[in-house]
């Protein structure tokens, strides 16, 4: 997968509990292209609206060194993109 010169990693037994799994990105250096990132896909699309109907809230943990700057988690859909810039 083209990351933007990023890499990410399944780290075993690394999450914020006992037990669970997490994600390891390490940003690359294609800043020049737009930015860098992951992201993921669900194939076939389906529609997820049934899903959030109870639980209308995405909670994730990050762990980030200090002064990195903004963040962006960004949604994409056949009716566009909405994305929202955070920081530590």
């Given at each position: 997968m083209?990351?933007?010169?990023?890499t990410?990693?399944?780290?075993?037994?690394?999450?914020?509990?006992?037990?669970?799994?997490?994600?390891?990105?390490?940003?690359?250096?294609?800043?020049?292209?737009?930015?860098?990132?992951?992201?993921?896909?669900?194939?076939?699309?389906?529609?997820?609206?049934?899903a959030?109907?109870?639980?209308?809230?995405?909670k994730?943990?990050?762990?980030?060194?200090?002064?990195?700057?903004?963040?962006?988690?960004?949604?994409?859909?056949?009716c566009?993109?909405?994305?929202?810039?955070?920081s530590r």
């Amino acid at each position: 997968m083209d990351l933007g010169q990023s890499t990410i990693e399944l780290v075993q037994e690394a999450g914020p509990a006992l037990g669970l799994n997490a994600l390891k990105w390490i940003q690359g250096n294609a800043l020049s292209a737009g930015g860098t990132g992951f992201g993921f896909s669900i194939s076939p699309t389906f529609d997820m609206s049934l899903a959030w109907a109870n639980d209308d809230s995405l909670k994730f943990k990050m762990k980030v060194e200090s002064g990195i700057g903004l963040l962006r988690i960004q949604f994409e859909g056949k009716c566009g993109k909405v994305g929202k810039y955070f920081s530590r």
